[in-house]
T-cell receptor, first 113, second 114 residues
Framework: GQSLEQPSEVTAVEGAIVQINCTYQ??????LSWYQQHDGGAPTFLSY????GLEETGRFSSFLSRSDSYGYLLLQELQMKDSASYFC??????????????FGKGTHLIIQP | DSGVTQTPKHLITATGQRVTLRCSPR?????VYWYQQSLDQGLQFLIQ???????AKGNILERFSAQQFPDLHSELNLSSLELGDSALYFC?????????????FGPGTRLTVL
């Protein structure tokens, strides 16, 4: 099976930078995705890393190290609207092509003024 | 708004009953996924369809079934409902089933089993 570990909660200050880590154990690994979910809302896609390195999209960056089975999401210039849960997720291949996403338990990000 | 629609938004029913959740994917998307989100289990992949055919199964119970119709909308059927089936059920869609294809999630159906 697959498993992903991420912190359950992170607190940061408005305007600061925060990093949310994710380690995974899986087979047939394709890549690591990050999703944001506000309370009561749907998960929304943030980023996807298939190769090692850093991907930047505006204030958000995501990093992957395949050899370490590790990735992180970096949020810069934090805004109050960034308060949400952040999930790392992997897609695996159980033999028939890419399956659905396997999600971590999520990190609840609390932004303080 | 992701373009994925789900109905109903809320559903309250009793144990032992059967319900059907409906999903319409984004225009042009051929692949549909169903996920269950609960406090104790988190977000779990249930099943995937591509162009009308089942493609992958996740942690879907035998009491649950799904299908994708020729117009590409999908239905998730939950039967012999138990209290533990209370959860948010999300549908997601993507253009194709490949690993690079971004999944867009619908607003979800909140199921409460009393």
């Amino acid at each position: 099976g697959q498993s992903l570990e991420q912190p359950s909660e992170v607190t940061a200050v408005e305007g600061a930078i925060v990093q949310i880590n994710c380690t995974y154990q899986t087979s047939g690994f394709y890549g690591l995705s990050w999703y944001q979910q506000h309370d009561g809302g749907a998960p929304t896609f943030l980023s996807y890393n298939a190769l090692d390195g850093l991907e930047e999209t505006g204030r958000f960056s995501s990093f992957l190290s395949r050899s370490d089975s590790y990735g992180y999401l970096l949020l810069q210039e934090l805004q109050m609207k960034d308060s949400a849960s952040y999930f790392c997720a992997v897609r695996v291949d159980s033999g028939g092509g890419a399956d659905g996403l396997t999600f971590g338990k999520g990190t609840h990000l609390i932004i303080q003024p | 708004d992701s373009g994925v629609t789900q109905t109903p938004k809320h559903l309250i029913t009793a144990t032992g009953q059967r319900v059907t959740l409906r999903c319409s994917p984004r225009s042009g998307d051929l692949s549909v996924y169903w996920y269950q989100q609960s406090l104790d289990q988190g977000l779990q992949f249930l099943i995937q369809y591509y162009n009308g055919e089942e493609r992958a199964k996740g942690n879907i119970l035998e009491r649950f079934s799904a299908q994708q119709f020729p117009d590409l909308h999908s239905e998730l059927n939950l039967s012999s409902l138990e209290l533990g089936d209370s959860a948010l059920y999300f549908c997601a869609s993507s253009v194709a089933p490949g690993p690079l294809d971004e999944q867009f999630f619908g607003p979800g159906t909140r199921l409460t089993v009393l």
